[in-house]
Structures are given as C-alpha cells and as structure tokens.
C-alpha cells in the first residue's frame, strides 16, 4: 500500500510556522519518535513470535528505525543542541486508544495505527523540506522513503491478515489521525496539532 494513496490531511501552516522556531524541540522529539518507531516493532516481534513473515520485516524496520535516531542525534550534537527528555505529545496515545483488545483485532489494529503513524511522518518530512534550511531538507528527504516503506509494510500486512475490515479500521485511525493533527495542542511535537 502506497503512503500517498492515504489522502493524509496537510499539515497545517501553524505547525509549520512553529517548526521553523522551534528546530531544537522538532529534532529531540524526532529523534524520541525514532526511538518508539523501534521500540514498537520489536514490541510486536516479542509478541507475536509465531507471525513469520512478519519477524524478519520488523527486525530491519526496528534497525532503521534506530540508525535514524542515531542520525537525528549527530545532528542535535553537531547544531550543539542538548538531547534531553520531553514530554510526549498525544497523538500516538490517542491513536492507541482506537486498538481493540482481542485477537487477531488487535494485531490488526496495531499495524494499521503503526502505519498511519509513518504515513504522517511522510507527509510532515515532505511539509518541512519546503521550509527548512538546506542540511534538514536534506536529511528529511532521505528519511522519507524508508518511512514509506515502513508504511506500506504495516499497511500491507494489516489488509493481507483482514481484507474484509482493512478499509474500515484504516478510515477510522486515519480520521482520529486528523482530528489530532488539525485541533490545537498544548506543547509543540512532532507530531502535535496546531500549537495553543
């Protein structure tokens, strides 16, 4: 499944505006989500061990999704910004609360909502290339390949393990996805709403 068949809501100017003065919060939050894109995949190779063809595509996600974390970091040290700890913006936890708890529901859930998640970090890379200095616009054009193909392997399994309810589950993360990109938030992240 290819990200921009996801139709993603835009980004909205604010968030962007507020990108542009926030460079040292949109890289430590970038690289804290590089961190618990691989932290999410091996949660699932560590919980659904008997699932194949999945283990393998999740171990390099899982390694990609780590060498980008230590890519975002040699930036923050190169721009001399200290990596420190944030709070999490609510997005990934809302879009969480949409995962049901039974199986195999839940495994569906899980990919479709990883998936929606990459597709949006997608559509913010290619939002902040057009406003950024040269090396960010750079780096978040390499980035967004893999991320798409992060996508499209998580979206991918989710419609081969449930064809029937694929489309409904994904219209319904892909609506809470834009509620919470378009409605105010409190603290700028990278993947917050527009900014209080």
């Not at 003065?21 to 008997?50: F, G, P, Q, W």
């Not at 200290?82 to 039974?102: F, I, N, P, W």
């Not at 309810?165 to 892909?174: D, E």
């Amino acid at each position: 499944m290819n990200y921009a068949d996801l139709k993603l809501a835009p980004t909205p100017n604010e968030w962007l505006e507020a990108a542009q003065s926030n460079i040292d919060v949109l890289l430590i939050d970038h690289a804290n989500c590089e961190k618990k894109a691989a932290s999410t995949a091996l949660n699932l190779m560590y919980r659904y061990v008997e699932e194949g063809d999945l283990l393998l595509r999740l171990s390099a996600l899982a390694r990609e999704e780590l060498r980008h974390f230590e890519q975002v970091v040699a930036i923050l040290a190169k721009r001399d910004i200290t990596y420190r700890q944030l709070s999490s913006a609510r997005y990934a936890g809302e879009l969480r609360k949409l995962v049901r708890t039974h199986e195999p529901a839940r495994l569906i859930d899980l990919m479709v909502v990883s998936g929606v998640v990459e597709a949006r970090s997608c559509e913010r890379f290619e939002r902040l290339m057009t406003v950024l200095d040269e090396e960010l616009a750079s780096f978040y054009s390499s980035l967004w390949r893999s991320e798409a193909r992060h996508c499209g392997d998580y979206l991918g399994f989710a419609k081969k393990r449930d064809p029937q309810g694929f489309a409904s589950r994904l219209k319904k993360v892909i609506e809470c996805d834009e509620a919470l990109i378009t409605s105010k938030d409190q603290a700028f992240r990278f993947h917050s709403g527009i900014p209080a």
